[in-house]
């Protein structure tokens, strides 16, 4: 059974910096693609980025390009999403997701996994 659990979320200052974490478990991730996406109050779920895991291939949505890097760490099955140059704009709850197929796709619908998210404010 695949488990995502995200970490790291809080409340930040604009311009300040988060580093989010997801650990995920219960397959070998290898052969995934793993996306982050966020959700505003009222709005629709939003890609932010996504990695090939098993070369490490990140594709990244222009609103976050130059600001947000996803990574990954093999040895502890563990994702991350740094974020830099915070907006209150950024403010959302944050979620990682899985999909059993190589290439990452910006459809929510395309990820069979997902987190429970984690609370990111970015204050003004």
């Known amino acids: 059974q695949v488990q995502l659990v995200e970490s790291g979320g809080g409340l930040v200052p604009a311009g300040g910096s988060l580093r989010l974490s997801c650990a995920a478990s219960g397959r070998t991730f290898s052969s995934y693609a793993m996306g982050w996406f966020r959700q505003a109050p009222g709005k629709e779920r939003e890609f932010i980025g996504a990695?090939?895991?098993?070369?490490?291939?990140?594709y990244y949505a222009d609103s976050v390009k130059g600001r947000f890097t996803i990574s990954s760490d093999n040895a502890k099955n563990t994702l991350y999403l740094q974020m830099n140059s915070l907006k209150p704009d950024d403010t959302a709850v944050y979620y990682c997701?899985?999909?059993?197929?190589?290439?990452?796709?910006?459809?929510?619908?395309?990820?069979?996994?997902w987190g429970q998210g984690t609370q990111v404010t970015v204050s003004s």
């Open positions: 997701a899985g999909r059993p197929q190589q290439m990452p796709i910006v459809s929510p619908f395309g990820y069979q996994y």
């Open positions: 990695i090939m895991w098993s070369v490490g291939f990140t």
